[in-house]
C-alpha cells in the first residue's frame, strides 16, 4: 500500500468555525507533512513531523494547529480562519526526512473559507 | 524535442516528441533534487530524483539532468504521450526542507 489519503476532499467553513482535516498513512513512514497550494502555484511547505514530533512549523498562523497522534495519523485543526486561507491543502510522509527519501503525496483537501 | 533555455509556465509539445522543461533553483547547498508531476484534481507525483553527486539518471522514459555550476536542473521526456499532461515542478532539499519552484503546465498537442 503506497497511498496517503486525505479527508474530507472538500471543505467550505466559516470564519468562525472549527474544523479539521486528516491525513493517513500505512507505510510505517516515520516523517509526515502538511503543505499548502494556491491556486496555480507550488506546494508551500507548512509543517513537517518526524517521529511523531514536530521538526518544522514554517513561521505558520496559529490559526492552523497540527497534531500527530500516532505514526500513522496527521491532523490539521483550523480555527478562526481567513478567507485568504483558501487553498489546496496536501499531506506527504516519507520513510525518513524529506531529503534523503521519496516524498508521497495524498490527494489534498480544498479548503474554501467564507 | 521541444527545449527552452528558462522556466517558462507553460510548454506545448506534439505528441511523439521530446520535451525538456528546465528548472533553475536557488541554494547551493541543496543536496538533492526531485521532479514531480502533477495532474489536475491530483496531489504531487514523484517522477524522478538526483543528488549533487551526479550530474544525469535515467529511468523509464524520462532523464534528469543536474548543472551545478549554473544551478540548473532539466527533465526530458521522451516520446511525449497524451498521459504526461500535467504540470510539473522541481523540487530541491534544503535542510531537510522540500522547496517547490514554479511549474510548468505542459500540453500535448495531438
Known amino acids: 500500500d503506497t497511498e496517503v489519503t486525505q479527508t474530507p476532499k472538500h471543505l467550505v467553513m466559516g470564519m468562525t468555525n472549527k474544523k479539521s482535516l486528516k491525513c493517513e498513512q500505512h507505510?510505517?513512514?516515520?516523517?509526515m507533512y502538511w503543505y499548502k497550494q494556491k491556486a496555480k502555484k507550488p506546494p508551500e511547505l507548512m509543517f513537517v513531523y518526524s517521529y511523531e514530533k514536530l521538526s518544522i512549523n514554517e513561521s505558520v498562523p496559529s490559526r492552523f494547529s497540527p497534531e500527530c497522534p500516532n505514526s500513522s495519523l496527521l491532523n490539521l485543526h483550523l480555527h478562526a480562519l481567513q478567507p485568504e486561507d483558501s487553498a489546496l491543502y496536501l499531506c506527504a510522509s516519507s520513510q525518513g526526512l524529506a531529503g534523503t527519501y521519496e516524498q508521497y503525496f495524498g490527494p489534498g483537501t480544498r479548503l474554501t473559507v467564507t | 524535442g521541444e527545449s527552452v533555455g528558462l522556466h517558462l509556465p507553460t510548454l506545448s509539445v506534439q505528441e511523439g516528441d521530446n520535451s525538456i522543461i528546465n528548472c533553475a533553483y536557488s541554494n547551493s547547498a541543496s543536496d538533492y533534487f526531485i521532479w514531480y508531476k502533477q495532474e489536475s484534481g491530483k496531489g504531487p507525483q514523484f517522477i524522478i530524483d538526483?543528488?549533487?553527486?551526479?550530474d544525469k539518471r535515467q529511468g523509464q522514459r524520462v532523464t534528469v539532468l543536474l548543472n551545478k555550476t549554473v544551478k540548473h536542473l532539466s527533465l526530458q521526456i521522451a516520446a511525449t504521450q497524451p498521459g504526461d499532461s500535467a504540470v510539473y515542478f522541481c523540487?530541491?532539499?534544503?535542510?531537510?526542507?522540500?522547496?517547490f519552484g514554479k511549474g510548468t503546465r505542459l500540453h500535448i498537442l495531438p
Open positions: 523540487a530541491e532539499n534544503t535542510d531537510d526542507k522540500i522547496i
Open positions: 507505510m510505517g513512514h516515520r516523517a
Open positions: 538526483i543528488r549533487s553527486n551526479m
